[in-house]
């Protein structure tokens, strides 16, 4: 007879039972209807759902529409339970990250601190980009870990950790077609709401700036402030995207090609504060004023955006509900494993700022 979970951490000990059931023979090539194993566990259909959906991404099982889930291996490698480490994988070392970044990260570090676990940060410029062989490798070489936090890494990586079943959270957004947990705002509705704000106020000449980077919130973001544009019932021009090197040089260089045009757009939307500096001191030294001629938002906040004046709209993200909660998911993930894979998002807060004014 199986001992069915109790009601702590009911997803993981719902989990937990369904392996041991799996290896100990109670059910041979399927597991029952979803009905029926709700009443053998004691647990709700969406319980049961989220737990079905871990094991399939484990390859425990696998499921077809219509059909009984099928038990594809019956043994299983346990979490090692000697390690304690966990490991932050990411591209930057902490002092060319921004403030709201470190501050994430040490809330992390001292709340793993207090449960017994050591948060280790593997640097390596390899996890942003395309072709991370090598960063891999140098991450296999630093020993066991419990679980790992990827922040700021390319598809490639997500990919990787995404195939190899590690026990791992996303701080920031997934690539579409992978199925990892993440935390992160909502880069969908920062992008929505920065185009409804200039349409409202009749720009119909907008630009997305950013870095070449490619990371997934960029990806979301863009899609959304672009799609938002098109779908307005007022006719606006096709968005500009302008991606730039990680120089002022290659910055300054296509924003005087932008401004020199001959209908130069009336609304910015960038990524971060530094392109946004440099986009204002431009728009100063061709004469031109904020926000008369142009309209700036910032998608991502910055303390040098408090230095500038006119004061720059942007939108502030909710530190203090994304640190403790990606901070209890990773403890989650070190005990038990696993995590449910739909996505953790939190609604940023929009600050009007001076920046923004009625298209000329």
Known sequence: MLKPPQHNSLLSQTIDVLRRGIEEGVWETHLPGERVLCRQLQVSRPTLRSALEILIRERIILVRQ?????????????????????????????????????????????????????????????????????????????????????LMCSFEVQKWFHES?????????????????????????????????????GHRRCVWILPTANHAGNVETEKSFISTLKRSRH????????????????????????????????????????????????????????????????????????????????????????APRISRLIIQLANTGVLPTSPVRMISDFQPGDSLGKAP
């Not at 930057?92 to 948060?119: C, K, V, W």
């Not at 579409?176 to 920062?190: C, H, K």
């Not at 004023?289 to 040098?304: A, F, G, L």
């Open 66 to 150: 219509g059909k009984k889930s099928q038990i594809l291996k019956k043994q299983f490698v346990p979490v090692r339970e000697s390690s304690k480490r966990i490991a932050l994988v990411t591209k930057l070392p902490l002092h060319l990250m921004s403030r709201n970044r470190i501050f994430l990260i040490d809330y992390i570090h001292r709340t793993l601190a207090e449960q017994g676990f050591h948060l280790d940060i593997v640097v390596h410029v390899g996890f942003g980009t395309n072709q991370p062989g090598h960063a891999l490798r140098h991450l296999r070489e630093q020993g066991n870990y419990r679980a790992f936090v990827l």
């Open 165 to 201: 079943s590690l026990p791992v959270i996303i701080m920031g957004a997934v690539f579409p077609g992978l199925a990892i947990p993440s935390v992160d705002v909502d880069y969908p509705s920062m992008g929505q709401h920065a185009a409804g704000r200039f349409i409202g106020l």
């Open 235 to 322: 006719k606006c021009s096709p968005c500009q995207v302008i991606r730039y090197q990680a120089s002022v040089e290659d910055l300054v260089g296509k924003l005087e090609s932008l401004l020199h045009s001959s209908e130069p757009p009336t609304g910015f939307f960038v990524m971060n504060g530094y392109a946004t500096t440099t986009l204002v001191t431009q728009i100063l030294f061709r004469g031109l004023k904020i926000p008369r001629d142009v309209s700036i938002i910032t998608r991502d906040s910055d303390e040098m955006l408090e230095w500038i004046t006119p004061s720059i709209a942007c939108y502030i993200p909710p530190l203090t509900r994304i």
